[in-house]
Structures are given as C-alpha cells and as structure tokens.
C-alpha cells in the first residue's frame, strides 16, 4: 500500500512520534508511506534519515484564516492527487478540509486519528461549541477514526454514525542512562531529590502546576525537558516563586526519554490528556507516577496501584501526592514496578502498528 499521512507540526511530540513510528514500521513492512507536514521540524529530518519521502503544505499551520485554509485545502488536494495513496491517513487537528480533500480526491481509505480534542481544554463555552461542531463533520468525513484511548472514544460518543476504533498509543522501551550519567548530563546533583516531566511547555501541560508544588516543598528539584510558547510565562513565574535555584527547564532534549532514571519521581499533571506517551516512557523506566485524573491518564495509571492520581490544576494536591511519595520509597518503589509490568503488556509499539495496519485493509472490528 501507499500510504500518505498528514500532520500539522513536524516538531516531535506524541502525536509527531506516533506518525513517525507508523511511518517506520509501514515501510519495514513493505509499504510506501509518505508524510505531508504543514509547519516543519525535528520529525522531517527523522523521516529523511529513515528514507520516507515528504512534502510541505505550507498553507497548514495552527493559526486559522481563511486564505490560508484555502491554500492548504488546494495543496493537499492536489497532492492527494498527485501521490494517488491508497489511504489517507490524517492526523491534525485541523484535519476536516484533509479529509474533504480526500473525499473528493477517491482516496479508498480514510482513516482519522484523534490524538484529544481542544474542546476539552480550557475556553469559553462558546469556543467549545464550535469545535465540537467542527469534530462532528471531522469525523463524519473519515471512514474510520482511530481513537488512542477509551476516553477519546467516549469523547466521540455525540458524533452519530462516526465508524470508530479504539487502538491505544504504543512504543518501544527506551535505551535508559544510568542514573549517574543521566544526572550529570543534565547538571543535576547525584545526592538531589529530583521531580522530572517530559512535556511540551504549553498551557495544557500545566507545567506551571509543577513549579507552583515544588516552591512548597523545600530541598527538592523540578527538571522539565521540553520546549514551547509557554517559556516566557514559566521562567517568570520561576523567578516570582524564587526558586530559579531548584527548577531547571533545560529545552528540548534529543532521545529525551532516555534521561528518565536521572528522576526520583514523574509527573503528568495536564489539564487534558487523550493518552500521555510520556506515562508509558516512565512505566518503562518504573518510576512512580502522579498524574492528573484526565482522559487517557487513568488508563495507564491505575490509582493505588501503578501510582497516583490527582485533580487537574490543583497544585496544592499535587505538592502533597509529591511529599507522601518522596517520603514513602517502598510504596513509590512498588508503584513503578507495576507501572513497568503494566506498560509492557499493554502498550507495546508491536500491537499499536498491528492494529493499525489491520485497519488499514478494513480487517480489524469497530465500537
């Protein structure tokens, strides 16, 4: 099969990476996959690497206006055209005008993956109206949609005739540093208790919660690896807190995942969540969790068991799950163990590709 996939961003978070290991695994399995990118990044220069073909559609981009929503509407039509795929597989947020475009292009197979919803963030209820409505011709228009979690699936349950399947998010255990080499390559003290998170500083992250928590808890270090649009706010408010001393934001990090045991403990408190890879990386590494009870999160964290779950946007919460858990290693230690045993049966790169290529030739059931 060929098969075209399409994404807004080419820089490289969840849904970057799932595009990329689809795309890896499709052409070490025989097939042709191309991918199409609207605003470029990391993730073009990996698939070049792996010897995938790609395309820029440059009037794709996460600001919206119209003239530049016709142009990307014409550009991928006239690459649909042109590359002639046997499936389309769309996965921006501003898929509709892909899918449309594939419609009209007589791609034999559409297939959509909802990576979460922005009406599940946190705007006027009139925003959420609308991008509901929006989601509602998405997937009406894809003759699949992939849902990564349950809770996405749930998410879509307004949506009538929507034809639906749920393969959940999967990777492969990362190559982990030890922990010495982890901590110095970071500039992190050997004898420091360290808070990590790897996340995109962007609103929905929360990674504000996380400073807010530490500057209440003394002699303990936040690390976040990551970059985003969110920087500016969060070093003001680092210097505001005073705690510039013990909250690092070292910016994207090559192979981030594999500084994971450089961490005591990890953090996932976002606001929303439609299947967090990075709780998945962290089961591999079997450190214990806190995370916000959101979307996807409690499919991967079970309470009391693989770790914790908090309220979103509760930073007082959150500053207390960190202190019972640093102060009670044998259960933290517990809770990673079996995160660890967790994620290895459930959320292996394996199955996700498997599933996915299934659906693909239409061979796998719906919900």
């Not at 399995?29 to 990391?42: I, K, Q, T």
């Not at 070292?250 to 439609?274: C, H, K, M, N, W």
């Not at 914790?308 to 500053?319: N, V």
Request: hydrophobic share 45%; with cysteine; charged share 25%.
């Amino acid at each position: 099969m060929k098969i075209l996939y399409i994404i807004t961003k080419a820089n490289f978070g969840g849904a970057q990476r799932y595009v990329y290991d689809l795309a890896t695994s499709a052409k070490a399995a025989g097939h042709e996959p191309v991918v199409a990118y609207g605003m470029p990044g990391r993730l073009v220069a990996m698939l070049q690497k792996a010897r995938i073909r790609t395309h820029q559609i440059t009037g794709l981009s996460r600001d919206v206006g119209f003239l530049s929503e016709i142009r990307a509407f014409l550009e991928t039509l006239r690459l649909l055209r042109t590359e002639r795929p046997d499936v389309a597989h769309i996965n921006s947020s501003k898929g509709g005008l892909a899918l449309l475009a594939a419609r009209i292009a007589g791609v034999r197979r559409i297939i959509f993956t909802a990576h979460g919803f922005a009406f599940n963030e946190d705007r006027p209820w009139w925003q959420k109206v609308i991008i509901r409505a929006i989601y509602l011709v998405t997937l009406l228009l894809a003759h699949e949609t992939i849902c990564v979690s349950n809770a996405v699936a749930r998410d879509v349950a307004y949506v009538p005739f929507a034809r639906r399947t749920i393969i959940k998010n999967g990777m492969d255990a990362p190559k982990l540093r030890e922990r010495t080499a982890a901590r110095a390559a970071l500039g992190i003290p050997l004898a420091a208790q360290v808070v990590g998170m790897i996340a995109e500083l962007h609103p929905t992250k929360r990674v504000n919660d996380a400073i807010e928590a530490i500057a209440d808890i003394p002699n303990v270090m936040l690390v976040v690896l990551g970059e985003g649009e969110a920087r500016t706010r969060l070093e003001k408010l680092i210097t505001e807190k005073g705690v510039a001393d013990r909250v690092k934001l070292p910016g994207f990090i090559a192979e981030a995942p594999t500084y994971l045991l450089a961490f005591d403990l990890f953090l996932v408190p976002s606001r929303t969540e439609a299947l967090a890879y990075a709780a998945i990386e962290a089961g591999y590494a079997a450190l214990p969790v806190i995370a916000t009870n959101v979307g996807g999160l409690p499919e991967v964290i079970a309470a009391g068991k693989t770790g914790m779950l908090i309220p979103p946007c509760s930073p007082g919460t959150l500053a207390n799950a960190i202190r019972s858990l640093l102060a009670s290693p044998d259960r933290a230690k517990k809770y990673g163990v079996a995160l660890k045993v967790h994620v290895e049966q459930e959320f292996s790169k394996e199955r996700m590709v498997r599933e996915t290529l299934e659906l693909y030739t239409d061979k796998r059931a719906r919900t």
